[in-house]
């Protein structure tokens, strides 16, 4: 009976101890880019506190919008290193919450695979509401009005607006602090046109858009739009 | 006697959330960011088609998946390239048209968020995203 007790006791000791096992200091990267930024890039620190080699099986990033890098494919022992995970911001805004799942050789599913989390608060200088404008072919070409608040860590106290289409007027007013509106008027809605409207701030490297469209054809009746 | 089948049942109580307490330490960092999609705001494939012309087909992939291959008539609308892509996705808008997103696959969230820009901040209506996206398409063409 001892020699079943010291042999059970052995098993589970040797399965403890010849084990590999990648160790995250950090599986959530809180980043913030700054305004104009084209990238955030966040470290995930690892290190092999087992005692056999750890093997990168698959790195995978949620989007496309995301590339992960591992620096080697094999961990020793001991071992320490981190994967670089890099988001391209694009055009995106607000709360972007991304994902990198990293598969290994351990035989521990519970080890096997870590989801490393990538949440980039991307700074929005300008609220724009809202982004499009249209009137219906033949509609009466009435001013349509865009609201533009800026956020309150960024003081703005002018704005630069202008259209791309010349059949596209813009008239820019400061209703209150950090808040403008822009009025927007077609010359006509008789052909359909459209134009982009670059909004800047002062104090800003980077614009903010708006679109304003004449479509073609008359206001559709309610029941076509509705599901 | 009555207080031990107290003792006794938060006891099984005590045991019962030790495998939950461990179960959230051990995903606390896999928790899935994606949120179901309402009914009202998802479509299949079939009920898309069926809306024929009526419809517009948005790709919310990247620009090299959508240069590989993409639903016939797709406009091209990512998060990449936003500002540059929505006005000419506009130029093929009209307000009675149903407008369908789709991305690589269910698990994809490029479609969920080029809808909720479409809705949010352009306020536009009818818009959708497309079950199963662009793989679900493909194996329809099957």
Redesign the interface.
Known sequence: MKTHILAFTLLIFLAAVARAELKWEQ??ADLHPGIGDKQAVGHFKYENVGNTPVHFKSVHA????TTAQTQKDQVAPGEKGEITATF?I???TGLQ?K?VTVQTDDPDP?HA?????LKTTIPQLLE?????V?W?GGEEPKPKTITVKAAKEFPVKSLKVTSSNPVFQTKVEQTGSGEFKIDVQPAQTAK?A?T?ITIQSENSPKSS?A?A?V???P??TPA??A? | MKSRAIKQALLLIALAFLPAVGQAV?FR??VS?QSPIPA?ESVTIAQAQAWGE?AIWVDA??D??FERDHVPGAILL???????L??QF??N????K?IVVYC?SQ????SR?VAKRLRD??????VFVLQGGWEEWLKSKK
């Not at chain 1, 695979?113 to 989390?117: G, H, K, W």
């Not at chain 2, 901040?121 to 009818?126: E, G, H, Y």
């Open positions: 599986t959530t949620s989007c496309g919008c391209n694009g055009d995106r919450v994902t519970a695979t870590a989801v490393l989390t724009i509401q809202p982004a499009v249209y219906q359909a459209g982009t858009y679109t469209i479509t073609a054809g206001a559709p076509s739009v599901r | 051990y960092g896999k960011w009202s009526n992939r990247p090299a998946e990512n998060e990449d390239r936003w500002n540059e929505l006005p506009l130029q808008w009209s307000l009675e149903r690589s698990s994809c969230n490029a968020e901040q352009a306020q536009l209506k009818s």
